[in-house]
């Protein structure tokens, strides 16, 4: 018997207000900066940018490598270089591979209607997580 995927969570995407970088949660900091490692950002991409193409191979990535990866924890880095981008999804290791899949599948529908367009995000459901952004990190 399938388990239910509980699509409840926290999301995290950069918003610009009043000169400051506000995420989901309520964190800010200095515009045009991250708190978490002091790089700059821009906070917005266009469709036509290469940082779009760049998201896409690495999220397609994440949902096909993950659940089929030991742990179900995978990194990964887009393969070009002109705008990199870098990713990170897990899955609870008791789920079975395809409620994995369906559980990151869930992550980002759930991540991309309150981030659309951000240079970083990340979606944290009770039974996965997915991040991307711009700049290299581990969770």
């Given at each position: 018997m399938k388990r239910p995927i509980k699509v409840r969570g926290r999301?995290?995407?950069?918003?610009?207000?009043?000169?400051?970088?506000?995420?989901?949660?309520?964190?800010?900091?200095?515009s045009g900066r991250s708190s978490h490692d002091g790089l700059a950002f821009v906070v917005h991409y266009s469709e036509c940018d290469p940082f779009a193409t760049s998201l896409a191979y690495v999220l397609e990535d994440l949902e096909t490598v993950t659940p089929k990866s030991k742990g179900y924890n995978y990194f990964n880095i887009s393969p070009y270089p002109n705008a990199f981008a870098y990713g990170h999804a897990a899955c609870n290791q008791s789920l079975t591979t395809s409620d994995c899949a369906a559980c990151l599948s869930a992550a980002e529908t759930a991540m991309f209607g309150t981030c659309q367009n951000r240079i970083g995000s990340r979606s944290v459901l009770h039974d996965c997580t997915i991040r991307y952004e711009q700049y290299a990190f581990d969770d």
């Open positions: 999301l995290s995407c950069y918003q610009k207000q009043a000169g400051r970088l506000k995420d989901s949660n309520g964190l800010s900091s200095k």
